[in-house]
């Protein structure tokens, strides 16, 4: 299982690079599209009053605020970004360790919590996609090309990337408040609740893998094991 597993896993870091890689290229043509056939002239209507391409060079936020400060845009992708570097190791960090522990433990192993993981590493990928799509923008061109234009609730036109931003961080906040805080066995950072009550096993041979198997009141320490590293 551990092998198939450690398969698992480099095969979806190769989609994560691959679906990063897509989506930023897909942000970048998709503006060139703009700058070729939007700009300077008409808009596009795509449903009568509803939806329509408009070109648009926005050198602020929506709704017009903060124009002509890339500065502030320029901190606040780098704390993006940083964040997201932090995020995906931490992340790494507990796909290897429950690699580790289906060999170790089978039984103990909950796919619900590998599955989290990867799900969020996909997201983060793509929250990265779009925040270095709109910073190529800004510090190419000191603007950002907006072109779509939801009419009908006269939304600010926005792309792609803004596209790629909005739906990660929705779907983000819904994990946590939905899916994350129900798995007692997954933290991102330091140890999860099984982690903590069953510290005091912790020893001289490694990190220490510990689960719920089932009861709450019932942890699983699984020590590494010397042997196995030869």
Not at 64 to 78: H, P
Not at 124 to 144: C, E, Q, S
Not at 191 to 202: C, F, P, Q, V, Y
């Amino acid at each position: 299982m551990a092998n198939k597993l450690k398969i698992k896993i480099n095969v979806s870091m190769v989609i994560e690079i691959v679906l990063f890689a897509v989506l930023l290229a897909a942000d970048y043509f998709t503006k060139w599209l703009a700058v070729a056939y939007l700009k300077g002239n008409d808009a596009i209507v795509l449903i009568d009053g509803v939806l329509e391409f408009s070109y648009l060079e926005n050198s602020g936020a929506a709704f017009g605020i903060f124009q002509n400060e890339q500065w502030m845009f320029y901190i606040l992708t780098a704390i993006i970004l940083i964040i997201i570097a932090v995020l995906w190791v931490s992340l790494n960090s507990k796909l290897k360790k429950y690699c580790c522990l289906s060999e170790a433990k089978p039984s103990d192993f909950r796919k619900k919590t590998y599955n989290s993981i990867i799900f969020l590493e996909f997201l983060l990928a793509a929250l990265a996609a779009g925040a270095i799509g709109n910073l190529i923008d800004r510090l190419t061109t000191k603007y950002v090309v907006d072109f779509i234009y939801v009419k009908f609730i006269n939304f600010p036109v926005f792309n792609f990337a803004d596209i790629c931003v909005t739906v990660t961080a929705v779907l983000l906040i819904l994990f946590f408040l939905i899916f994350y805080k129900d798995d007692p066995n997954f933290a991102i950072f330091g140890r999860s609740e099984a982690e903590k009550s069953d510290k005091k096993n912790d020893n001289d041979n490694g990190w220490e893998i510990t689960v719920i198997p089932g009861n709450k009141n019932k942890t699983a320490g699984v020590p590494e094991n010397k042997e196995d590293k030869n």
